[in-house]
């Protein structure tokens, strides 16, 4: 990406951060832009299933799907089912063909960051963290029986995907962030966030969801000022405990993360420590 189309400095307002991020591109992984290709070339053997399995491990193409989706749901004559809440419901309110139509080859995050080293690894800990998240969401939904498990693990996905965009639009900025927590470890992200943008990234990821009109159940459960419901606490704990062991189990923050897993799930702290390995 060329560095004129790149934010080296704090919009105004969050309005305007939503403006400008909503219309910008969204690269993804280079993987998912091959995989899609492969498909693409076999098309007719493709279903909603498999297509879905491999798109919900990208958390900006998952991202770019359930936009679309609802944007055609919104399109389309009244009677229809509510809004999709995962990408295999998405494919299917799409259509398969139409899905590659809609999608052509994919930009990816490789390339968007060629030329911006320290960027591409900053969003690759973002990635990981993400996927990280969303198995342990899955996990502790399944254990709980939540009928909403793959939304849940839908919303562990995209939890920190403005983070993600910041990564991608804004790589001065995003190290800025990275480099005043680095130099003050009790300094937390969202007082950091607003130190640099002038916003706390959960907010404009709140507003992107509702412009994009992305499904409400799935809007509600990414948001933390809900983290009382369970379904949420369900998020909230999994991004919670991947980012504090991103560089391994012995951050400070873990034992409180064990506490409030092992609440949840209504294990003993051993239990849900072994339960936790098992996930990761």
Known sequence: MSDRLRLTAPLSSL???????????IPVLT??????EQMRATEDDVDANGLGEMIAADPLMTLKVLA???????SRS???????????????????????????PQPTLEQALADHEAALLGLSR????????????????????DPDAAVIHSAALLH???????????????LQIAADQDADRALRSAAAQRQVLGIELADLEQALMKR?????????????????DPQVRCVYLAVRLARHTARGWDDAGVPGDLHDIAELLNLSPEHTLKLLHEFD
């Open 15 to 25: 309005e305007a951060w939503v403006d400008r991020f909503a219309r910008a591109e």
């Open 68 to 74: 679309t989706a609802s944007e055609l749901r919104r």
């Open 78 to 104: 009244e009677g229809l089912q509510a809004y999709p809440e995962t990408v295999t419901a998405a494919l299917v309110l799409m259509g398969i063909t139409p899905f590659f139509r809609a999608f052509g």
């Open 160 to 174: 920190d995907f403005a983070e993600m965009l910041l990564w991608v639009h804004a790589p001065a900025l995003a």
């Open 126 to 145: 973002v990635m990981q963290r993400a996927e990280r998240a969303s198995r342990y969401a899955l996990g502790f939904a399944a254990h709980r029986a």
């Open 212 to 228: 994009w009109h992305l499904p409400e159940l799935l809007t509600r459960i990414t948001d933390d000022r809900h983290a009382h």
């Open 31 to 36: 993987e998912t832009a091959e995989l899609l």
